[in-house]
């Protein structure tokens, strides 16, 4: 999963100033090319934003996607890296770019070591639950929203004014 040692997996959502769990694992980016997708990469780049999402394709995750879509050329003024991530598989994922074409990689983590390292797991469902994390470049954990409701437009607000973004 990562250029470090596996992270352990937490039981409660990733906090504040702690150091992200780095990650290597692959994705589909709007044009369908898979890639091994680094997240000390993206860091290097700017500040990140991870979007953990349940399923590919669901109306839900896809408005939530697709929110973060719309606004997605404010964020990369901004200079934000936006990454999407849940355990659905590769080809899902592909399915989902197809239909949307999200202008963000999807991430395929199937087996969950990064959204358990990063607490966002859903036990009950098997699966990530719909979460939010802003990554400074320094490698920090600079924002969590834990249970991210796509429908309550005070969520998008909160995030993007974590990002200093708007």
Same mark, same amino acid.
């Given at each position: 999963?990562?250029? %470090?040692?596996?992270?352990? &997996?937490?039981?409660?959502?990733?906090? /504040? #100033?702690?150091?992200?769990?780095?990650? !290597?694992?692959?994705?589909?980016?709007?044009?369908?090319?898979?890639?091994?997708?680094?997240?000390? +990469?993206?860091?290097? @780049?700017?500040? =990140?934003?991870?979007?953990?999402? $349940? +399923?590919? #394709?669901?109306?839900?995750? =896809?408005?939530?996607?697709? %929110?973060?879509?719309?606004?997605?050329?404010?964020?990369?003024?901004?200079?934000?890296? !936006?990454?999407?991530?849940?355990?659905?598989?590769?080809?899902? *994922?592909?399915?989902? $770019?197809? @239909?949307?074409? /999200?202008?963000?990689?999807?991430?395929?983590?199937?087996?969950?070591?990064?959204?358990?390292?990063?607490?966002?797991?859903?036990?009950?469902?098997?699966?990530?639950? @719909?979460?939010?994390?802003?990554?400074? =470049?320094?490698?920090?954990?600079?924002? /969590?929203? &834990? *249970?991210?409701?796509? #429908?309550?437009?005070?969520?998008?607000?909160?995030?993007?004014? %974590?990002? #200093? /973004?708007?």
């Amino acid at each position: 999963m990562s250029d %470090a040692p596996a992270p352990t &997996p937490r039981d409660q959502p990733i906090g /504040v #100033g702690e150091p992200a769990p780095l990650f !290597v694992l692959p994705a589909i980016p709007n044009d369908g090319d898979q890639f091994d997708a680094r997240l000390a +990469d993206y860091l290097e @780049r700017g500040r =990140t934003l991870l979007i953990f999402y $349940q +399923d590919d #394709g669901m109306p839900v995750c =896809t408005r939530e996607l697709n %929110a973060f879509a719309q606004e997605y050329p404010l964020l990369e003024r901004a200079g934000v890296q !936006v990454l999407a991530v849940n355990t659905n598989g590769l080809g899902s *994922h592909r399915k989902f $770019q197809e @239909r949307d074409n /999200v202008p963000f990689p999807l991430i395929s983590d199937f087996y969950g070591d990064a959204v358990k390292a990063y607490g966002m797991w859903d036990p009950d469902e098997g699966k990530s639950n @719909r979460g939010v994390v802003i990554i400074g =470049t320094d490698g920090r954990i600079e924002y /969590v929203l &834990p *249970h991210f409701n796509p #429908g309550a437009i005070a969520s998008f607000t909160e995030i993007f004014a %974590a990002l #200093g /973004v708007g």
